[in-house]
């Protein structure tokens, strides 16, 4: 009589524990319920630096494009040319980024 009470009993504890792991884990574990806002926020926070990343981008492929062979535009190559060679007229004023950083 013992050995046919304890096999229900056995099934409803590994019932229940199997309950409780997959109860918490749906809560609490890396994709559960209590993270899902965090992970809300992260994306948007990758979203808005990938934006960005990509106006940067959009930027310095427009700066590429300019001083290509091709189409070089004379502003761009002087503006080069006074920041590599460190080259200025008496009367203008240079700021390096360098020295705002």
């Known amino acids: 009589m013992p050995q046919r009470r304890i096999k229900p009993i056995l099934l409803l504890t590994a019932l229940f524990a199997g309950v409780v792991y997959f ?7 890396k994709r559960g319920f209590f993270i899902h806002g965090e992970l809300q926020e992260r994306h948007v926070n ?11 981008r959009r ?9 290509d062979s091709n189409a070089l535009d004379p ?5 080069e040319v006074r920041r590599a060679l460190r080259y200025s007229e008496p009367d203008e004023i ?5 020295m705002i950083r």
């Open 23 to 29: 109860s918490y884990h749906g809560l609490y574990g």
């Open 46 to 56: 990758l979203s808005e630096e990938l934006e960005r990343l990509r106006h940067e």
């Open 59 to 67: 930027g310095l492929e427009k700066r590429i494009d300019a001083m």
């Open 75 to 79: 502003d761009l190559l002087d503006e």
């Open 94 to 98: 240079i700021v390096f980024e360098e």
